[in-house]
T-cell receptor
């Protein structure tokens, strides 16, 4: 997997946008960037993934730089329920399935 | 569509015993991955199964094993339990194609005493 680097923690005010950065400077041209989050004591939840273009779904937006060396997950209007650990991963594209390596992630605290 | 289910949700075992955990993937998903999560080591990949075959394996001792059945349900087994095996064990299912997202179950909390 391409190595990803994330800040260990971030704060965000409720109702404001939360912008979570991820550095993946060693990513290969065909490797996707995936974001998951884990709310305390629950299994991780898939959020979004992208390759080159920016992506948006009902949960978040993903902005990937043109050189693909970094990306930003945007939660447009953070709520207290968005407090969680957010993981950015870039598993290798292989025909032989997954060997997904999760890092420490970013612990996001949404404050009222 | 029902999500990933794991049984049991909680388990207490004694050192030296063995344990079997079960995972039922989302209908239509053919890939099942297992992870161990501890406060000290974070989320660590154990192995991945697809069509009853182990495709990938993490860096865990041979005491950790798994299998997948023809209906894609999967089990993992840990033999000769050690105190350090206390963890949250998570399984995740996916379609199994090269690029797709994984959906996690709620996990099984294993405590070894």
């Amino acid at each position: 997997d391409a190595k990803t680097t994330q800040p260990p923690s971030m704060d965000c005010a409720e109702g404001r946008a939360a912008n979570l950065p991820c550095n993946h400077s060693t990513i290969s041209g065909n490797e996707y960037v995936y974001w998951y989050r884990q709310i305390h004591s629950q299994g991780p939840q898939y959020i979004i993934h992208g390759l080159k273009n920016n992506e948006t779904n009902e949960m978040a937006s993903l902005i990937i730089t043109e050189d693909r060396k970094s990306s930003t997950l945007i939660l447009p209007h953070a709520t207290l329920r968005d407090t969680a650990v957010y993981y950015c991963i870039a598993p290798p594209l292989r025909s032989g399935g997954f060997k997904t390596i999760f890092g420490a992630g970013t612990r996001l605290f949404v404050k009222a | 569509k029902a999500g990933v289910t794991q049984t049991p949700r909680y388990l207490i075992k004694t050192r030296g015993q063995q344990v079997t955990l079960s995972c039922s993937p989302i209908s239509g998903h053919r890939s099942v991955s297992w992870y161990q999560q501890t406060p000290g080591q974070g989320l660590q990949f154990l192995f991945e199964y697809f069509s009853e075959t182990q495709r990938n394996k993490g860096n865990f001792p041979g005491r950790f094993s798994g299998r997948q059945f023809s209906n894609s349900r999967s089990e993992m087994n840990v033999s000769t339990l050690e105190l350090g095996d206390s963890a949250l064990y998570l399984c995740a299912s996916s379609l199994g194609q090269a690029v797709n997202e994984q959906y996690f179950g709620p996990g099984t909390r294993l405590t070894v005493t």
